[in-house]
């Protein structure tokens, strides 16, 4: 009975999206393994024809034949009658012969070939949302490690416990926010690698709260960030008459308190961004005061520039923040290394970085 193979990979190709060149391929290699296991040689050519497809072993004329890729002058003759020692001749070959070890083979190649597919259209499907914040449902947090197992469409994912920076109670079923770093193909499914803990996680969740960033208006300059803890964002505006930081803050708080809930009550401060490496380093302070910024000459091994800033006796702990968490996040959003001291005399460098 003659069979439309050509055919079924068309249907397989409308109903799955199975591509057909793709298929050829995977049908190819099927093909080559089986013949390598049954008669010692890989080298074939396929050729899809008509209905159906033909297979022809590649062998090298020889003298004295001594494996699978070889043929004797004699043999090569009867096949290819002007055959010359150090030629190559294609035998025709009949699938139907192969080996039942080798067919099976072959099979199995072909079925992987169609869930590579249909993992791939999966994968592809899902790159769209490299870059964004997606919506993520909650389907069970692993008690040893912490881990958060996510449904995402129709993919699952991990959400490493090093990633998470939630504060608040992770319950099984409800849905979260995620940024989606990049999406790649694990074995036999697609795999998201996503975060909570990144830098450009909360870069999008101010440019879904805030307009004026969506529309270029107000423009993040940089971020630091102690996941779960602290982040400032340094912004600054195209416009003069549109205040930077009143955009990100919104009226009574309600644009950063919508971004402050979703990062876990998480402490958000936004700093108007400055040219000057002095305006920038006391806005970046905030909320301590400052009376005064001098440059000083970096430490030996130290690469950035450095700093030496007085603020109030008053206002020495708001500057350093707790456990160094103010001026540490300052430094890392200026890239300057900030030494602070009290009005009253310099104190030692704790080290915040």
């Known amino acids: 009975m003659e069979i439309d193979f050509l055919g079924a990979l068309k249907n397989l190709n409308e109903d799955k999206g199975v591509s057909m060149e793709f298929m050829m391929g995977k049908i190819s290699k099927a093909i080559s393994t089986a013949c390598k296991n049954s008669y010692g040689n890989e080298n074939v050519v396929v050729d899809f024809v008509d ?26 003759r009867e096949i290819q009658p002007c055959a010359e020692v150090g030629q190559e001749v294609l035998i025709p070959l009949d699938p ?57 469409g129709d993919a699952e994912t991990v959400l490493p416990r090093s990633e998470c920076a939630f504060a608040g109670e992770l319950i099984e079923g409800n849905f979260i ?52 803890f602290r982040t400032k964002v340094a912004v600054i505006s195209s416009n003069p008459g549109v205040d930077p930081v ?45 009376i005064s910024i001098e440059t000083v000459t970096p430490a030996v091994g130290e690469t950035r520039n450095a700093c030496r800033v007085t603020v109030p006796d008053s206002q020495v702990s708001l500057a350093i923040g707790v456990k160094g968490q103010n001026v540490r996040l300052a430094s890392r959003l200026t890239g300057w290394k900030i030494d602070l001291a009290p009005e009253s005399g310099y104190i030692e460098d704790e080290n915040w970085d």
């Open 246 to 290: 009143g955009s990100c803050i919104g009226p009574h708080g309600l644009r950063i308190k919508e971004i402050n809930k979703e990062l876990g009550n998480e402490r958000i401060d936004v700093v108007q961004f400055h040219e000057e490496p002095e305006k920038f380093i006391e806005s970046a302070l905030a909320p301590a005061k400052v």
């Open 96 to 152: 139907k012969q192969f080996g039942r070890i080798a067919a099976q083979t072959a099979r199995n190649i072909i079925r992987q070939g169609i869930r590579d597919s249909e993992r791939d259209q999966v994968v592809d499907s899902l790159r769209c949302n490299e870059g964004q914040v997606v919506s993520a449902q909650i389907l069970r947090i692993t008690p040893k490690t912490g881990a958060v197992i996510l449904k995402i």
């Open 177 to 228: 926010k995620v940024y989606v770093l990049r999406v790649e193909a694990r074995g036999n499914s697609p795999w998201l690698n996503v975060s909570r803990s990144c830098l450009e996680f909360v870069k999008k969740l101010f440019e879904s709260e805030i307009p004026e960033i969506a529309d270029g208006t107000v423009e993040i300059k940089a971020i630091a960030r102690e996941a779960g």
């Open 51 to 76: 209905k159906n497809f033909v297979v022809k072993m590649v062998k090298t004329v020889v003298e004295a034949p001594s494996d699978g890729t070889e043929i004797s002058i004699d043999d090569a």
